[in-house]
T-cell receptor, first 113, second 114 residues
């Protein structure tokens, strides 16, 4: 009964490929997020959705496209992968728009070769 | 713009030593404050949070943090660390108005020697 789950856990792919990461939360939260954690552990917000509506879109290349089919899911699709996209991507959720604590998924380690 | 600054990037302590990790933020309005911990190979978990009330908050595993509004600080403390406290610690701030963004500090890597 994992609260926030992500698949896959590891993703190794070639430059130029397109890949997706899925995220699901069973906490009944309204808000979901995607974060990128680089090799120095710096955690940066990418997107935030509230009730399936995009709220935050931080200067992320448009190769990254989030999709929220319902408020329990927030998927991340990445086109034309580049070496610099290698990182750990964390999904998170919170009860409301960012003011409360966030619950994080286990992360997806993306390696672009 | 909001920012969060964690003073120490790497801290090495022996078991039973006391810990204090600094966190300062820049935002003039009302904030919610958090400390998260990331154990090796794991996801972030909440250690403690401050929304209002008593500025000294207690979290899990013996951690506490003190909010000092005049210093824009929210330092994390533990009187006696254990080897199992080895992890990355992140301070985070959310302004209650505008943006709805939680800003994370760069993290402090704590290594506790057994």
């Amino acid at each position: 009964d994992t609260a926030v789950s992500q698949t896959p856990k590891y993703l190794v792919t070639q430059m130029g490929n397109d890949k997706s990461i899925k995220c699901e939360q069973n906490l009944g939260h309204d808000t979901m997020y995607w974060y990128k954690q680089d090799s120095k552990k710096f955690l940066k917000i990418m997107f935030s959705y509230n009730n399936k509506e995009l709220i935050i879109n931080e200067t992320v290349p448009n190769r990254f496209s989030p999709k929220s089919p319902d408020k329990a899911h927030l998927n991340l699709h990445i086109n034309s992968l580049e070496l610099g996209d290698s990182a750990v991507y964390f999904c998170a959720s919170s009860h409301d728009l960012g003011v409360g604590e966030q619950f994080f998924g286990p992360g997806t380690r993306l390696t672009v070769l | 713009a909001q920012s969060v600054s964690q003073h120490n990037h790497h801290v090495i302590l022996s078991e039973a030593a006391s810990l204090e990790l600094g966190c300062n933020y820049s935002y003039g309005g009302t904030v919610n404050l958090f400390w998260y911990v990331q154990y090796p190979g794991q996801h972030l978990q909440l250690l403690l949070k401050y929304f209002s009330g008593d500025p000294l908050v207690k979290g899990i595993k013996g951690f506490e943090a003190e909010f000092i509004k005049s210093k824009f600080s929210f330092n994390l403390r533990k009187p006696s660390v254990q080897w199992s406290d080895t992890a990355e610690y992140f301070c985070a701030v959310n302004a209650r108005t505008g943006g709805f963004k939680t800003i994370f500090g760069a993290g402090t890597r704590l290594f506790v020697k057994a």
